[in-house]
């Protein structure tokens, strides 16, 4: 037996957590998106209190450029595109959140059925995933909108069904390989409770990937909201969306460029964002890259 | 090997079975009557008795699982009916759109292929100099730019901005469109059609190619930690011998099994750079038909897509299978 007091002399004990986070720390570009997602969350959520009214429309300026009352112009029913941006980034940000939490809740609760269980139950939902994950995802999308009609309720629960696949496959497989680790194997011989096996040596071993996953899945959401809205199945007239707003403003382009470029700049600062954060979170938690 | 491929066979039945069931019925969840809207319905009243004549004409006034049942029956004999838009046949449609998609997809997949590989080469052998550096950054931003914005900033650029300013008649290019539609020995462009083609392409590679440039730095570092690399330099190969003959080599696995599957997807999901070009493919066309309710040709195009993504998926798996036995096997993961 080795005195343990001994092996605290010899390094200074860290946990898995205080090491990941400094190794995240020390990773540039991680912070670059860390920097760009709170600059969004303040945007987004005290943002809306300060702006004007999205919806007001200034009757006497139409598609000008930006000015002290329009600090990025109107846009063609003058509108305040700044106010319109400050409120589709809220949008976008509550769209990609929520998106991500009932999709991950979904995602992990069958990924871990079908990895646990195994035998038909894994069978089942998987050749369940696989057979949605073969339909294009925009004619998933446009099917399902087209039942639950237009909207944003819809524009969630759409890319909740359509999302949930990949974050099951993932669970499913991290699952599978964690029961197959030789220290699973020692601790089950030695007769841990099984309930202590999968908190313990289990779960750390899936929720890696799935952070990493999820970390990325909420820039893609807001990503996938853009583009339904932007094909007009999504966020209607007059509620604020950016992909919206980059469809209407495509006509005036030559005319008002801003009306397109800033929606655009912002969709891509908060992708970006999300994305810089889960490459951190990947290299910091050192998940294999998965395809 | 036998034994595997017709394992993998049934499964890819199985699938596109499964996708066509899924459709068919989701459009049965729909709110409105098929039929009144096929009469013109929706926005005004039709008669009755015009609405129950449609419905007898394309056999909606069966009860849903008998006509579930008699479409299984024609899509197996290749049959997917007629459009309720325009009465047309479904397969001719399909006849009609799917060069395009093919032809729009592998350009897109040669552009994939051959920027990403280079660049992720490059950002591995010079892993972390400012070639390096660039690419990682570059990859990150490009992958975050919706591919509608994309597809817009280059319109304005070769179909306004390039007008507008004179620039040199190259660059002034068709925004729209298929173009001439020519094509030499089935898939090289003629100089007019490429000039409608370098967009859409382009565009539709985009975020492909980011991923490609990606997954190759990563599996040609991996690659190059192996056992065989120390053994080649050791026996006095020069670093060009090594990185072609060893880690390329190797490294390419995981590469052209994206490549493959990428390409199955391009094929019929190229739906927001279809639909931004205005390109005739597949895809933007089952958005329309799924927004029109047209159930014929909306299930029709979704099954040939998921059939066409599932029968790449499955030449890619096989030539994996032929190439690693672990995998034919089973004692790999089977992806």
Redesign the interface.
């Known amino acids: 037996m080795i005195d343990e007091s001994l092996l605290e002399l010899a390094a200074p004990s860290r946990s898995f957590r205080s090491d990941a986070w400094r190794r995240f720390r020390s990773n540039r570009l991680a912070l670059v998106g860390m920097a760009l997602v709170l600059l969004l969350l303040i945007a987004g959520l005290i943002g809306p209190f300060l702006v004007q009214d999205p919806l007001i429309q200034d009757r006497l300026k139409f598609k000008t450029g930006p000015d002290s009352q329009h600090w990025f112009g109107t846009d063609q029913i003058g509108r305040d595109v700044f106010a319109r941006i400050i409120y589709g980034i809220r949008l976008s940000l509550f769209v990609g959140f929520l998106v991500t939490l009932l999709e991950s809740l979904v995602g992990v609760t069958l990924g871990a059925l079908a990895g646990w269980f195994g035998k038909w139950v894994d069978s089942a939902i998987m050749r369940l995933v696989d057979v949605f994950l073969a339909i294009p995802y925009f004619v998933l999308a446009v099917a399902f909108i087209a039942v639950l009609g237009r909207g944003i309720s819809a524009v969630i629960v759409t890319l909740v069904i359509t999302s949930w696949l990949v974050t099951a496959r993932v669970v499913r497989a991290s699952l599978v390989q964690a029961k197959e680790f030789d220290y699973v194997e020692a601790a089950k011989a030695i007769g841990v409770p099984t309930r202590r096996i999968i908190t313990r040596h289990i779960l750390p071993n899936v929720i890696q990937p799935v952070l990493v996953l999820e970390a990325i899945g909420i820039g893609s959401a807001v990503l996938a909201e853009a583009a339904l809205s932007f094909l007009g199945v999504g966020v209607q007239e007059p509620t604020p969306s950016l992909g919206l707003m980059i469809s209407r403003s495509k006509s005036f382009f030559s005319e008002a460029p801003g009306l397109l470029f800033f929606p655009a700049l912002a969709i891509v600062i908060t992708v970006l964002g999300f994305l810089l954060i889960g490459d951190g979170l990947r290299d910091a938690l050192d998940v294999k890259e998965d395809v | 090997m036998l034994t595997y491929i017709l394992r993998r066979v049934v499964?890819l039945l199985?699938?596109?079975w499964?996708?066509l069931t899924?459709?068919f019925f989701?459009?049965f969840?729909?709110?409105d009557n098929p039929a009144n809207l096929i009469a013109g319905g929706g926005n005004r009243p039709v008669p009755e008795s015009v609405v129950k004549n449609v419905a007898r004409k394309y056999g909606l006034d069966k009860p849903i699982a008998v006509q579930y049942v008699n479409y299984l029956g024609n899509v197996a004999t290749l049959d997917f009916g007629k459009s309720f838009k325009d009465d047309r046949q479904v397969s001719s449609i399909i006849g009609e759109r799917a060069p395009a998609s093919v032809r729009l997809a592998i350009w897109a997949m040669v552009i994939e292929a051959s920027v990403g590989i280079s660049l992720g080469i490059l950002s591995a052998k010079r892993k972390n100099s400012f070639a390096d550096t660039a690419t990682?950054?570059t990859a990150?931003?490009a992958?975050?730019?919706?591919?509608?914005?994309l597809g817009?900033a280059f319109q304005?650029l070769t179909g306004?901005y390039a007008f507008d300013h004179d620039w040199p008649s190259w660059v002034r290019l068709p925004v729209q469109g298929l173009g001439p539609n020519e094509w030499f020995l089935g898939i090289i462009p003629s100089i007019d059609q490429l000039r409608s083609l370098v967009q859409p392409a382009i565009v539709l590679a985009s975020v492909s190619t980011v991923?490609v440039a990606r997954?190759t730095r990563?599996t040609m570092l991996e690659t190059s930690k192996s056992d065989y690399i120390r053994t080649a330099r050791a026996k006095g190969l020069t670093e060009g011998q090594i990185t072609r003959k060893h880690t390329l080599r190797n490294a390419m696995i995981?590469v052209i099994?994206?490549l493959g599957?990428d390409f199955g997807?391009l094929v019929?999901?190229a739906?927001?750079t279809e639909?931004v070009f205005n390109w005739p493919g597949l895809?933007s066309k089952?958005?329309v038909a799924?927004?029109g309710?047209d159930l014929p040709t909306?299930v029709g195009l979704?099954t040939v897509?998921?059939f066409v993504?599932?029968f790449v998926n499955l030449l890619v798996d096989i030539s994996y299978a032929w190439f690693d036995p672990r995998v034919r096997l089973g004692t790999k993961?089977s992806k």
């Open positions: 499964g199985f699938t596109v499964g996708a899924i459709v989701l459009f969840l729909l709110p990682t950054v990150s931003v992958s975050a730019i919706p591919v509608f914005v817009y304005q306004v991923i997954l990563t995981p099994t994206f599957i997807t019929g999901a739906i927001l639909t895809g089952i958005v799924a927004e309710r909306m979704t897509v998921v993504y599932g993961g």
